[in-house]
């Protein structure tokens, strides 16, 4: 039971380590990939290139929020819609942005958008329009929002975990301990002597204690069906080496000590059973009632 408890608490700790770890890794924002900053402004470089201006800057990116990108440039220019998709297009399927993404060119001067387009994962799904139209010369900034990878991905690896913990729970469960369970079959089919709380199975050389399974050895399990078989009774020490150790021709004072101690380990689940040293003479098996 204690080692089920332990398994299932090891199996939530996992479960909030890997969606902890999943939700930190698919929370960080793209632009903390190196590359990714370069591309943007890859991007923004040929669309000034497009226009025919090869001597411009293009601005440092701008983070607008975790999924959303600003590229801004130092001086005016003119594009057409053809030029600008196909370069954004290009450039982001070699990067490690979401494959889902809307690009909106705004005004520098009063943020109106002239110009937009967004991309599906699934192209029949792409809106784009007014293309073959050539936007004027103007101040114009280029701004890339990505669909969060957070939610869809997120929800994607916590079904997975859901269902490993659910899985492993079945099986924890169903097959905890295959062996103990057919232990516990074949028990309940043997005569039993009832010890307290115990069922002592003395040709299985087996103690039962609720679902649980001890075993003892020949010798403890002899030393116990002697002691049963009069309860709160004592029982001559000479008598109990004598019938225990009769065939082996030699009898060692202390085994008898030894043995005893062990068996009391072995009961001390149920504290209205004890093995008494009465001194000087013998044991009993004390069961309070």
């Known amino acids: 039971m204690k ?18 770890f999943c939700y930190s890794y698919l929370t960080e924002s793209a632009i903390d990939d190196p590359k990714n900053e370069i591309l943007l402004r890859k991007i923004g470089h040929e669309v000034l290139i497009s226009s025919n201006d090869k001597t411009s800057k293009v ?4 983070l607008i929020s975790k999924d959303e990108f600003q590229i801004s440039f130092e001086n005016k220019f003119a594009f057409t819609p053809d030029s600008l998709i196909n370069i954004v297009k290009n450039n982001i399927s070699k990067s490690t942005f979401p494959k889902e993404y809307s690009v909106s060119v705004q005004k520098c001067s009063n943020d109106a958008i002239v110009y937009g387009f967004h991309i599906d994962a699934d192209s029949s799904k792409n809106v784009i329009a007014c293309v073959g139209r050539k936007m004027p010369l103007d101040c114009y900034v280029i701004t890339l929002k990505f669909a969060s990878k957070t939610n869809i991905l997120f929800t994607k690896y916590s079904f997975f975990v859901i269902l490993f913990l659910a899985v492993s729970l079945f099986f924890l469960i169903r097959f905890r301990n295959p062996k103990r369970e057919k232990e516990v079959i074949i028990a309940d089919d043997e005569t039993n002597i009832t010890i307290g709380k115990y069922s002592f199975y003395f040709q299985k050389n087996q103690l039962q204690f609720e679902n649980e399974q001890i075993s003892l050895t020949p010798k403890e399990s002899k030393l116990l069906h002697i002691l049963s078989k009069s309860p709160n009774e004592i029982i001559d020490r000479n008598t109990l080496q004598k019938e225990i150790w009769e065939n082996e021709g030699v009898i060692v004072t202390r085994s008898l000590d030894m043995f005893i101690s062990k068996l009391r380990k072995k009961l001390d689940r149920d504290s209205s059973i004890n093995i008494v040293n009465i001194h000087g003479v013998g044991y009993k098996l004390e069961i309070k009632n």
């Open 59 to 62: 601005l440092p990116i701008k």
């Open 3 to 20: 080692q089920k408890r332990l398994y299932i608490l090891f199996l939530i700790v996992l479960a909030i380590f890997t969606l902890s």
